[in-house]
């Protein structure tokens, strides 16, 4: 009947579909009108498509996207049978054959990008659903598969793996043949970044950095990986990436990893690329140090002219590179946890008394609370640093506090979010040393060392003019491990709990294959919202300025009054706090670097740390200058040094350069030990920190009436603190 109309015919049909879209005499929001025509598509495909087996791509889409969603095959026959979707039979044999040419076309891709410079991502894979029911012969289903992934610079050149002599005569390979160069990290730290630590992270960075309006939201969803929201859908793109294989292997050792970089050189076209050139592995420490372990035994088997034994060559055709986006989840969940006293009080504070904590957030919290901190600290610290720094700058509580608000949170907020994805090679190297001493002050395992082993790498290609190094300059934001998560999110998404390892590994191909085709996907799956709009932020914000000025005024009233105490632990003598106005026992992990040293300041009456050495112990020739050399100067570490006595230093603090050297020494010596170890057992991965399942967003009382009532708070708390 459709097919008796003419051209003419179709225009009543037409304008009825455009007044269905918009009706005459209606305002409807864009929202309201995008979904009408949506649906309305929809029909006329539908309608096209009735016995018309030319019209099917929409029918193929549908199907997969309702299988990849958890719909039973059943539901999928019972659409087909109305036309709407293929069967679940068609949709099977559909992603059987993109999972059979699966390999074909990685094959394709690797030629097309032979003379090009690849960066590979390596990650374990957990079906976090499985079925955890004991079998006859097992006690779980869950399936370990392992991730690899290759992203191409189409613009950049291969990165040969070793370089002809430069213009100084250096000559040399990617890998440095020290492993990790100590002397190196400790010479170029204190001449280069020494001085630069004597300020904090704000006053560093916090005006070159300065975030616009549309950052926020990017930024409190950096660590959220779901598909669907709104403000991520650019960048959980995978037009850049391509998948090797998604391989059922569970990545714990040494050897299981020489397994995963198999992929690549399981390609007879890659070969030659593999022998000339090198690929770097940017991954998190497991996929860093095991690596790492391989490439430097089959090194130096192969400079003393020995068989590697079970290390193949191609490994050397690997760079492990440290990951900074887990980097960045780990240093701020450790601030979090280390500090969920100070962190549950301003939770309670911000979002209701009644209202706790959880022990271990979901990573999207944790950056919530950091932005709040972050934000209602700048709003309010130009008032608390000019009430309370001439009385309060020695007080230990005090100290802790500015150094976790202008410092340590604003230093794990934007290490990853701001400045890696800015690009600026130089603030991204001077946030790895700050985000490194952090990890040190820390104790955080693993994440103590990383940092040394990426910087000691640079420095020595820096040294030998090697050309990874500017492929690393001009395309920072590339190396990422960013797409082998977005890839992960994109498969537990599209999976069941009773998916076996083919079956994750026939998913992850049509993942791979459909990654330039999301037509349907983009057309009709709904976008999900972060759940606090930016008014709301700005509320929220005001109540965590009102936290922070009461907490300071508690801080002024308690000066003097936190109370140190020595306690054993592991054997050794160390020092703790218990600070007055947060009621919260501390450590030198919560404390300032100067308080990990060897010289803590728990005399807030000296005036210099410089003890015998101090400049005005000795004479001065010209005193014209005298009252301005005596001033005491505090640093962000927590040391104070006279003005004359700090020029002389240049600006570094005496004791803590000691103790970094220190740090420096003792993780060196710890990596290469790891590294050289010729054990391929298990390694100590990284500590997984578990997250609540019911960690859900709490909701406001009405917007406007919470932004104006806490805006007005804000103004009559000012107003308070000012007067103390």
């Given at each position: 009947?459709i097919?008796?109309?003419?051209?003419?015919?179709?225009?009543?049909?037409?304008?009825?579909l455009?007044?269905?879209?918009?009706?005459?005499?209606?305002d409807?929001?864009?929202h309201?009108?995008?979904?009408?025509?949506?649906?309305?598509?929809?029909l006329?495909?539908?309608?096209?498509?009735?016995?018309n087996?030319?019209?099917?791509s929409l029918?193929?889409?549908?199907?997969?996207?309702?299988?990849?969603?958890g719909?039973?095959?059943?539901?999928?026959?019972?659409?087909?049978?109305?036309?709407?979707?293929?069967?679940?039979?068609?949709?099977r044999?559909e992603k059987?054959?993109?999972?059979?040419?699966?390999?074909?076309?990685?094959?394709?891709?690797?030629?097309?990008?032979?003379n090009?410079?690849?960066?590979?991502?390596?990650?374990?894979?957990?079906?976090?659903?499985?079925?955890?029911?004991?079998?006859?012969t097992?006690?779980?289903?869950?399936?370990?598969?392992?991730?690899?992934?290759?992203?191409?610079?189409p613009?950049v050149?291969?990165?040969?793996?070793n370089?002809?002599?430069?213009?100084?005569?250096?000559?040399?390979?990617?890998?440095?043949?020290?492993i990790?160069?100590?002397?190196?990290?400790?010479?170029?730290?204190?001449?280069?970044?020494?001085?630069?630590?004597?300020k904090?992270?704000?006053?560093?960075?916090a005006?070159?950095?300065?975030?616009?309006?549309?950052?926020?939201?990017?930024?409190?969803?950096?660590?959220?990986?779901?598909?669907?929201?709104?403000?991520?859908?650019?960048e959980?793109?995978?037009c850049?990436?391509?998948?090797?294989?998604?391989?059922?292997?569970?990545?714990?050792?040494?050897?299981?990893?020489?397994?995963?970089?198999?992929?690549?050189?399981s390609?007879?076209?890659f070969?030659?690329?593999?022998?000339?050139?090198?690929?770097?592995?940017?991954?998190?420490?497991?996929?860093?140090?095991h690596?790492r372990?391989?490439?430097?035994?089959?090194?130096?088997?192969?400079?003393k002219?020995?068989?590697?034994?079970?290390?193949?060559?191609?490994?050397?055709?690997f760079?492990?590179?440290?990951?900074?986006?887990?980097?960045?989840?780990?240093s701020?969940?450790?601030v979090v946890?280390?500090?969920?006293?100070?962190?549950?009080?301003?939770?309670?504070?911000v979002?209701?008394?009644?209202?706790?904590?959880?022990?271990?957030?979901?990573?999207?919290?944790?950056?919530?609370?950091?932005?709040?901190?972050?934000?209602?600290?700048?709003?309010?610290?130009p008032?608390i640093?000019?009430?309370?720094?001439?009385s309060?700058s020695r007080?230990?509580e005090?100290?802790?506090?500015?150094?976790?608000?202008d410092?340590?949170?604003?230093?794990?907020l934007?290490?990853?979010?701001?400045?890696?994805?800015?690009?600026?090679?130089?603030a991204?190297?001077?946030?790895?040393?700050?985000v490194?001493?952090?990890?040190?002050?820390?104790?955080?395992?693993?994440?103590?060392?990383?940092?040394l082993?990426?910087?000691?790498?640079?420095?020595?290609?820096?040294?030998?003019?090697?050309?990874?190094?500017k492929?690393?300059?001009?395309?920072?934001?590339?190396?990422?491990?960013?797409?082998?998560?977005?890839?992960?999110?994109?498969?537990?998404?599209?999976?069941?709990?009773?998916?076996?390892?083919?079956q994750?590994s026939?998913?992850?191909?049509?993942?791979?294959?459909?990654?330039?085709?999301?037509?349907?996907?983009?057309a009709?799956?709904?976008?999900?919202?972060?759940?606090?709009?930016?008014?709301?932020l700005?509320?929220?914000?005001?109540?965590?300025?009102?936290?922070?000025?009461?907490?300071?005024?508690?801080v002024?009233?308690?000066?003097?009054?936190?109370?140190?105490?020595?306690?054993?632990?592991?054997?050794?003598?160390?020092?703790?706090?218990?600070?007055?106005?947060?009621?919260?026992?501390?450590?030198?992990?919560h404390l300032?670097?100067?308080?990990?040293?060897?010289?803590?300041?728990?005399?807030?009456s000296?005036?210099?740390?410089?003890q015998?050495?101090?400049?005005?112990?000795q004479?001065?020739l010209?005193?014209s200058?005298f009252?301005?050399?005596?001033?005491s100067?505090?640093?962000?570490c927590?040391?104070?040094?006279h003005?004359?006595?700090?020029?002389?230093?240049?600006?570094?603090?005496?004791?803590?350069?000691?103790?970094?050297?220190?740090?420096?020494t003792?993780?060196?010596?710890s990596?290469?030990?790891?590294?050289?170890?010729?054990?391929?057992?298990?390694?100590?991965e990284?500590?997984?920190?578990e997250t609540?399942d019911?960690?859900?967003?709490?909701?406001?009382s009405?917007?406007?009436?919470?932004?104006?009532?806490?805006?007005?708070?804000?103004?009559?708390?000012?107003?308070?603190?000012?007067k103390?």
């Amino acid at each position: 009947m459709i097919g008796c109309y003419s051209g003419k015919t179709w225009t009543p049909f037409l304008n009825l579909l455009e007044k269905l879209i918009s009706p005459s005499g209606r305002d409807l929001a864009d929202h309201t009108i995008s979904q009408r025509k949506k649906g309305l598509s929809f029909l006329c495909h539908f309608l096209a498509g009735i016995g018309n087996k030319k019209i099917s791509s929409l029918k193929k889409d549908i199907a997969l996207f309702l299988n990849h969603s958890g719909t039973s095959d059943n539901s999928i026959d019972a659409l087909a049978n109305m036309q709407v979707s293929s069967t679940s039979r068609e949709n099977r044999r559909e992603k059987n054959i993109i999972s059979a040419i699966h390999r074909e076309n990685v094959a394709k891709d690797l030629k097309t990008y032979q003379n090009t410079a690849i960066i590979a991502n390596i990650d374990d894979y957990h079906n976090i659903h499985g079925l955890r029911i004991p079998k006859t012969t097992s006690t779980s289903s869950v399936a370990h598969m392992t991730t690899v992934l290759a992203i191409p610079l189409p613009a950049v050149h291969a990165i040969p793996k070793n370089i002809g002599q430069n213009i100084d005569g250096k000559e040399g390979c990617v890998h440095n043949p020290l492993i990790v160069d100590c002397e190196s990290l400790i010479s170029q730290i204190e001449s280069r970044y020494m001085g630069l630590l004597s300020k904090s992270f704000n006053d560093r960075f916090a005006k070159k950095f300065a975030p616009f309006d549309n950052d926020l939201l990017d930024n409190l969803t950096v660590h959220c990986y779901d598909a669907d929201i709104r403000e991520k859908q650019k960048e959980r793109q995978l037009c850049d990436t391509f998948l090797i294989d998604l391989i059922n292997l569970n990545l714990h050792s040494t050897e299981e990893y020489i397994k995963a970089m198999q992929t690549f050189a399981s390609f007879p076209e890659f070969e030659e690329y593999l022998r000339l050139n090198v690929i770097p592995l940017v991954a998190d420490w497991p996929g860093q140090i095991h690596p790492r372990k391989a490439i430097t035994i089959q090194q130096q088997s192969s400079r003393k002219n020995m068989h590697a034994g079970k290390i193949p060559e191609f490994v050397s055709s690997f760079i492990p590179i440290m990951g900074p986006l887990h980097v960045s989840l780990n240093s701020r969940e450790t601030v979090v946890l280390l500090f969920h006293s100070f962190f549950n009080s301003a939770y309670k504070h911000v979002f209701g008394t009644n209202k706790t904590l959880a022990n271990k957030p979901r990573p999207w919290r944790i950056n919530l609370l950091l932005q709040l901190m972050s934000d209602g600290w700048k709003t309010v610290a130009p008032h608390i640093t000019d009430k309370l720094e001439a009385s309060c700058s020695r007080d230990v509580e005090y100290l802790t506090l500015k150094a976790l608000l202008d410092d340590t949170i604003p230093l794990v907020l934007n290490f990853y979010a701001t400045i890696f994805r800015s690009g600026d090679w130089e603030a991204y190297i001077e946030a790895c040393v700050r985000v490194w001493c952090l990890f040190a002050r820390f104790k955080r395992k693993n994440y103590n060392k990383a940092p040394l082993v990426f910087l000691s790498d640079v420095w020595y290609w820096e040294s030998i003019d090697h050309p990874i190094l500017k492929v690393l300059k001009d395309h920072l934001v590339v190396f990422n491990d960013y797409p082998v998560e977005n890839f992960h999110s994109l498969i537990r998404r599209q999976t069941q709990e009773t998916d076996t390892s083919k079956q994750l590994s026939n998913t992850a191909h049509v993942i791979n294959y459909l990654r330039h085709d999301n037509v349907f996907r983009r057309a009709f799956v709904t976008t999900k919202r972060y759940p606090y709009s930016k008014q709301d932020l700005t509320g929220l914000t005001n109540k965590a300025s009102i936290f922070l000025l009461e907490l300071f005024s508690e801080v002024k009233n308690n000066v003097g009054k936190s109370k140190w105490a020595k306690i054993n632990q592991r054997g050794k003598r160390r020092h703790s706090c218990h600070l007055a106005s947060l009621q919260m026992d501390v450590d030198e992990r919560h404390l300032p670097m100067a308080f990990s040293s060897e010289y803590p300041p728990f005399d807030p009456s000296e005036k210099c740390h410089l003890q015998d050495s101090c400049k005005l112990l000795q004479p001065i020739l010209d005193n014209s200058n005298f009252q301005v050399l005596m001033k005491s100067i505090s640093l962000p570490c927590g040391h104070v040094y006279h003005q004359c006595c700090l020029q002389s230093l240049e600006y570094k603090c005496f004791h803590c350069l000691k103790y970094i050297q220190s740090e420096v020494t003792n993780n060196v010596k710890s990596i290469t030990s790891r590294i050289t170890d010729q054990d391929f057992g298990t390694e100590i991965e990284e500590e997984e920190v578990e997250t609540v399942d019911n960690d859900e967003p709490d909701e406001l009382s009405e917007q406007t009436a919470f932004n104006l009532e806490a805006a007005n708070q804000l103004k009559r708390t000012l107003e308070k603190f000012m007067k103390i």
